[in-house]
């Protein structure tokens, strides 16, 4: 796989684990280029913007770094949706159907 430029990319995620998640991802999305749809950087931190951004893009890969330095995310096949669901705590539902799978960079190839 073909590294794009870094600033087509993100700032959570390098070359390095790019390659290494795109082993991980189905056959059919490793044959499709990536495209950013949403950036902290150009779009600020805005969940709304984020999930509008990715509205009708599927499937997705979302890479979060925290304010220690670690990266982590998921990959999702279906869109995202703010279907407005909450629960009594006042948490909003946030997802979709379809498949996905949780990630986390442990700073170790192979691990």
Known sequence: ???INQAE???SLR??????LHSSL???VQVNPWQLLF???RDGH???SLLRQAADHAPTLLALTDTNGHTFG???TAPWDANGASSSSGAEFIG???ECFLWRWSGTEGA
Do not use: D, H, I, N
């Open 1 to 3: 796989m073909r590294c």
């Open 9 to 11: 990319l993100s700032l």
């Open 15 to 20: 070359c390095r684990q790019v390659r290494a």
């Open 26 to 28: 189905p056959a059919f």
């Open 39 to 41: 950036s902290t950087e």
């Open 46 to 48: 805005s969940l709304q």
């Open 74 to 76: 998921c990959y999702a």
């Open 96 to 98: 979709g159907g379809g």
